[in-house]
């Protein structure tokens, strides 16, 4: 089926809330250590800003598994993934069980924001920007407007230090969201345009949280904290955190933190 068949998006929207738990890095430009007297572990932000990749996709849409195995391919790579399961395409026949209203919610923030009429799947974002030619790998280009660093304070806790650089153009105040990403899901699909796929999903989002705005000075840190519930046991997670500019959408600075236990 064309890709144009999905880019309207149904009105009717799943009215599932997943969720789940967190901690898990996958980026070569932060630096991850176990601090031995607690047991916990940590990671500190890179001096360029880490690209954060944002896939729109859905199990009741054949044009989605071509994107869901690119995206698979970017494990171990210098960027913050993270695959939003909408589930507006329920009706046809298939309930994503990883899909949300709230990723939905998301991806019409998104579009408002970039001025698009619709929303679509497969859609890519690419550090708050549609990103219609999506492939290959994202390169961290450009300098950090901010500073991140992530630790575990215990079972489902976390804790951020953002911290805002004098960077060039950097915005006056900034947002931030974590997410919880989990590797390894697979559904054999019964009903709809997917009927008898297996269908392997990495970086799936299993939790969603805004973390509010802030308006602190230049060289100020601004502590974070999150609770995330129980993992899925057998499934390599991760805990991501993005730091973005409000009005554009921009990300300033993002980390995902990987942690046994």
């Not at 949280?209 to 000075?217: H, N, V, W």
């Not at 993992?231 to 500019?245: E, I, M």
Request: with cysteine; charged share 15%.
């Amino acid at each position: 089926m064309p890709l144009a068949h999905h880019f309207l998006a149904p009105p009717s929207l799943s009215h599932r809330f997943l969720a789940a738990s967190a901690l898990l890095a996958i980026t070569s430009a932060v630096t991850t250590s176990a601090i031995a007297a607690t047991g916990q572990c940590a990671a500190t932000s890179g001096p360029t800003i880490t690209p954060v990749l944002e896939l729109y996709t859905s199990e009741g849409c054949s044009s989605c598994p071509p994107a869901d195995k690119w995206v698979s391919t970017l494990k171990g790579k210098n960027l913050v993934v993270q695959a939003f399961h909408v589930g507006y395409w329920d009706y046809i026949g298939w309930v994503d069980r990883f899909a949300s209203p709230a990723y939905t919610s998301r991806q019409r923030e998104i579009a408002a924001r970039n001025k698009q009429r619709s929303i679509y799947t497969p859609q890519a974002v690419l550090n708050g920007q549609d990103w219609r030619d999506w492939g290959g790998q994202p390169t961290a280009k450009e300098p950090a407007k901010a500073s991140i660093t992530l630790q575990q304070l215990g079972p489902d806790q976390f804790e951020a230090s953002v911290t805002s650089l004098p960077a060039l153009q950097t915005p006056a105040s900034w947002s931030a969201y974590w997410t919880v990403t989990e590797h390894g899901h697979a559904s054999r699909v019964q009903a709809g345009e997917n009927r008898g796929e297996y269908l392997q999903h990495d970086f799936v989002v299993r939790q969603y949280t805004q973390a509010g705005e802030y308006k602190p000075a230049v060289g100020s840190s601004q502590k974070l904290t999150f609770r995330s519930i129980a993992a899925t046991p057998g499934h390599p997670r991760q805990v991501n955190l993005v730091v973005f500019d409000p009005k554009t959408g921009s990300t300033l600075q993002a980390l995902s933190l990987q942690c046994q236990g």
